[in-house]
């Protein structure tokens, strides 16, 4: 049902990102497959938010995973998003971090999370970092982007004003 709704928005031919600043604002993916198979396999559940800042295309990731025994952890990440051409869009993450058992994510890492993302960042290279989008429409804040190495599409919604908090 999902991946119907999803190729009939492909469908409409919406696929320019527009201009940077239309996508400011805290969105929420809800439709990854390849997330979705990820969790059943690691018998974990994991929610996926980006927040998109309009001054500076600052992009701060926040990722909630609910695992085995009570596991409850933020998985976290900061960088710049940049858009090229008409179709692609690009995000390059520098800092990460996590946050166990905690309601909400910080919003940036501590002097501690060096070494975390000293061990994530090579995870993070460029060829798994541009999307095509494949429709956006910032007034109903939806985008749909695809993950080539996946071949799968992503869709997103835009659930609040850039530095609202993710849903816990």
């Given at each position: 049902?999902?991946?119907e709704?999803?190729?009939g928005?492909v469908?409409?031919?919406?696929?320019?990102p527009?201009?940077?600043?239309?996508?400011?604002?805290?969105?929420r993916?809800?439709?990854?497959?390849h997330i979705?198979s990820?969790?059943?396999l690691?018998?974990?559940?994991f929610?996926?938010?980006?927040?998109?800042?309009?001054e500076d295309?600052?992009?701060?990731?926040?990722?909630?995973?609910?695992?085995?025994v009570?596991?409850?952890a933020?998985?976290?990440?900061?960088?710049?998003?940049?858009?090229?051409?008409?179709?692609?869009v690009?995000v390059?993450?520098?800092?990460?971090?996590?946050?166990v058992?905690?309601?909400?994510?910080r919003?940036?890492?501590?002097?501690?999370?060096?070494?975390?993302?000293?061990?994530?960042r090579?995870?993070?290279?460029?060829?798994l970092?541009?999307?095509?989008v494949?429709y956006?429409?910032?007034?109903?804040?939806?985008?749909i982007?695809?993950?080539p190495?996946?071949?799968?599409?992503?869709?997103?919604?835009?659930?609040?004003?850039s530095?609202?908090d993710?849903?816990?």
């Amino acid at each position: 049902q999902e991946v119907e709704a999803v190729k009939g928005l492909v469908a409409l031919g919406q696929d320019s990102p527009g201009e940077a600043r239309t996508w400011e604002g805290l969105w929420r993916v809800v439709n990854a497959p390849h997330i979705r198979s990820l969790g059943s396999l690691a018998l974990s559940r994991f929610d996926v938010y980006y927040d998109i800042g309009s001054e500076d295309s600052t992009i701060r990731s926040f990722v909630r995973c609910e695992g085995p025994v009570g596991l409850k952890a933020w998985l976290n990440s900061a960088g710049k998003v940049s858009i090229f051409d008409s179709k692609d869009v690009e995000v390059n993450f520098s800092d990460f971090w996590v946050d166990v058992n905690a309601l909400q994510p910080r919003r940036t890492p501590d002097d501690q999370d060096t070494i975390l993302a000293d061990i994530a960042r090579p995870f993070f290279f460029r060829e798994l970092s541009r999307f095509p989008v494949r429709y956006f429409d910032a007034d109903k804040g939806l985008v749909i982007f695809r993950f080539p190495p996946l071949g799968v599409e992503i869709s997103a919604c835009r659930i609040g004003p850039s530095g609202s908090d993710p849903r816990s």
